[in-house]
């Protein structure tokens, strides 16, 4: 397996502009997680699908973002408009449920984002 | 909202000192995962513990669970500037899949 693949690597864009990134998980995972990773907060959990369907998204921080999961090997996340403040590394990550989180979660190597 | 903290936030060493990082919390978590995250990569996962007192070892790493499954630390011997990364440790609370991460301890070893 590839691992999770994640799409742009890189995204420079004006503010005010759309942004879509993209994530394939590894086949066979049923939990697929989006976070958001800054110096100033750390890792941040945005939102994270079971199965396909979106099962917390408490941290999405405002109505610019929006997730979908149409199927078991695509995720996207849509930044509308951007803004400045967005800048930031995004990951997905996937892993297989089980009790308690035990069996870890795989990372994609993430999607930087500048918003000018 | 579980927070886990952890300390130091950064650690600049020599190659073959030993070092433990912290990771503290007052929620208790039924299992805790350490990851360790090198420039331009997503964290990797090192290893899980599950059981209150549990301790485990990868190679010159140690890992404890604290008896009480709210803290937890890593303890790595002879630190070799491979080791140089972000450390992140995360929780799990109720069984559930859903990890909350620490706050990141960057080390650096130096030759």
């Known amino acids: 397996d590839a691992g999770v693949i994640q799409s742009p690597r890189h995204e420079v864009t004006e503010m005010g502009q759309e942004v879509t990134l993209r994530c394939k998980p590894i086949s066979g995972h049923d939990y697929l997680f989006w976070y958001r990773q800054t110096m100033m907060r750390g890792l941040e959990l945005l939102i994270y699908?079971?199965?396909?369907?979106?099962?917390?998204d408490s941290g999405m921080p405002e109505d610019r973002f929006s997730a979908k999961m149409p199927n078991a090997s695509f995720s996207t996340l849509k930044i509308q408009p951007s803004e400045p403040r967005d800048s930031a590394v995004y990951f997905c990550?996937?892993?297989?449920?089980?009790?308690?989180?035990?069996?870890?979660?795989?990372f994609g190597s993430g999607t930087r984002l500048t918003v000018v | 909202t579980q927070l886990l903290e952890q300390s130091p936030q950064f650690l600049s060493i020599q190659e073959g000192e030993n070092l433990t990082v912290y990771c503290n919390s007052s929620?208790?978590?039924?299992?805790l995962q350490w990851y360790r995250q090198e420039p331009g990569e997503g964290p990797v996962l090192l290893v899980t513990?599950?059981?209150?007192?549990e301790v485990k070892k990868l190679k010159r790493l140690t890992f404890q669970f604290g008896d009480a499954r709210k803290d937890s630390s890593l303890h790595i011997t002879a630190a070799q500037p491979g080791d140089t990364g972000l450390y992140l440790c995360?929780?799990?609370?109720?069984?559930?899949?859903?990890?909350?991460f620490g706050t990141g301890t960057q080390l650096k070893v130096e030759l």
């Open positions: 995360a929780g799990a609370t109720g069984g559930g899949n859903k990890l909350t």
């Open positions: 929620s208790v978590f039924s299992s």
């Open positions: 990550a996937s892993t297989l449920g089980g009790r308690g989180g035990n069996y870890g979660y795989t």
């Open positions: 513990v599950v059981t209150g007192g």
């Open positions: 699908f079971n199965n396909n369907v979106p099962i917390d």
